[in-house]
């Protein structure tokens, strides 16, 4: 194999985003903790990868629209390579979307109608009852900060957390017994309603004929 190819074959197996994996555990999962949690959490990646598609659908039209009015064939190729990474983007950020939306879909089912002011307060309950087990069982006590924030919480929380504090034993139990959620595979084809919606609404802005 030539050089050519052989770099070829490396760039087409480069990852510029987060692996499946990472989506799952340390962006869903990590951040969120509780189920309300990943819901929250999923949701607010969802949203920001479909903006980005928004953006990204703009600069792809912008892109073909520079190549076709262009003649000068450095300037051609020089938006000839930025659609080309935009492409890659676009792919990037679908395969994002679909995951993130999978993640949403599960978990709301397992959420189902409950009040979601008290999935809040048990996300924040079960976040600092695992960051106390942590501390504890690192440290054997919990730290300034976290002292602080147990004050600021109601007192049956209060209680609840500080219950942490005791025993390294039962913190580490507690960690153990955290249920992380398999996501299966979802593909969802949103870039067409993006692609319509960018359209849609260039149709406002055009140039009015006086």
Request: aromatic share 10%; net charge negative.
């Given at each position: 194999m030539d050089l050519h190819h052989e770099l070829k074959e490396f760039l087409s197996e480069a990852e510029t985003g987060h692996s499946i994996f990472q989506l799952d555990h340390f962006v869903t999962?990590?951040?969120?903790?509780?189920?309300?949690?990943?819901?929250?959490q999923a949701l607010r990646e969802l949203k920001g990868r479909y903006n980005a598609l928004r953006s990204l659908v703009i600069e792809r039209i912008k892109a073909q629209q520079k190549i076709a009015k262009t003649k000068k064939p450095l300037k051609k190729v020089e938006w000839a390579f930025r659609l080309e990474e935009t492409e890659e983007r676009i792919a990037q950020n679908l395969r994002d979307f679909s995951r993130f939306f999978a993640h949403a879909r599960h978990l709301k089912e397992l959420i189902g109608d409950k009040d979601r002011d008290k999935l809040e307060a048990d996300f924040?309950?079960?976040?600092?009852?695992?960051?106390?087990?942590?501390?504890?069982?690192?440290?054997?006590?919990?730290?300034?900060?976290?002292?602080?924030?147990?004050?600021?919480?109601?007192?049956?929380?209060?209680?609840?957390?500080?219950?942490?504090?005791?025993?390294?034993?039962?913190?580490?139990?507690?960690?153990?017994?955290?249920?992380?959620?398999?996501?299966?595979?979802?593909?969802?084809?949103?870039?067409?309603?993006?692609?319509?919606?960018?359209?849609?609404?260039?149709?406002?802005?055009?140039?009015?004929?006086?």
């Open positions: 999962i990590k951040e969120g903790l509780t189920p309300w949690g990943m819901y929250r924040w309950q079960e976040r600092l009852k695992i960051k106390a087990a942590f501390e504890v069982m690192s440290t054997g006590r919990i730290s300034e900060s976290m002292s602080f924030l147990l004050l600021s919480l109601p007192k049956p929380m209060q209680e609840t957390v500080s219950a942490f504090m005791v025993d390294p034993k039962s913190a580490a139990e507690y960690i153990d017994a955290i249920d992380v959620p398999e996501f299966k595979a979802v593909k969802v084809d949103i870039l067409p309603q993006i692609e319509q919606e960018v359209q849609q609404a260039m149709i406002g802005y055009e140039p009015k004929e006086l």
